[in-house]
């Protein structure tokens, strides 16, 4: 990360890619879970268990990636691109 030389404009920077890496992290925390809550979902499936049965863990699956898909969203929709380097003299 560059440096502006303003020390408070670099905390905030450097406070935005950190806010930006922990976000990223809860998308990937989040999707893994619903990863998970489907194998399980799809072994009651195979083992016996109804779609009906099961209606209400699929739901939980369904709305983790509705707010998965939101934060990604969200992430996207915040974050800047670095800036351009300046041009060499």
Do not use: C, F, Y
Not at 57 to 62: A, G, K, P
């Amino acid at each position: 990360m560059s440096t502006t030389g303003n020390p408070i404009i670099d905390s905030l920077l450097a406070q935005a890619a950190a806010n930006e890496q922990v976000e990223d992290s809860a998308v990937v925390v989040i999707n893994g879970i619903k990863a998970q809550i489907d194998a399980a979902v799809q072994a009651a499936l195979a083992g016996g268990a109804t779609a009906a049965q099961l209606a209400p863990i699929t739901q939980v699956s369904t709305d983790l990636k509705t707010h998965a898909d939101a934060l990604a969203a969200a992430v996207a929709a915040n974050t800047t691109p670095p800036p351009a380097p300046a041009p060499v003299p």
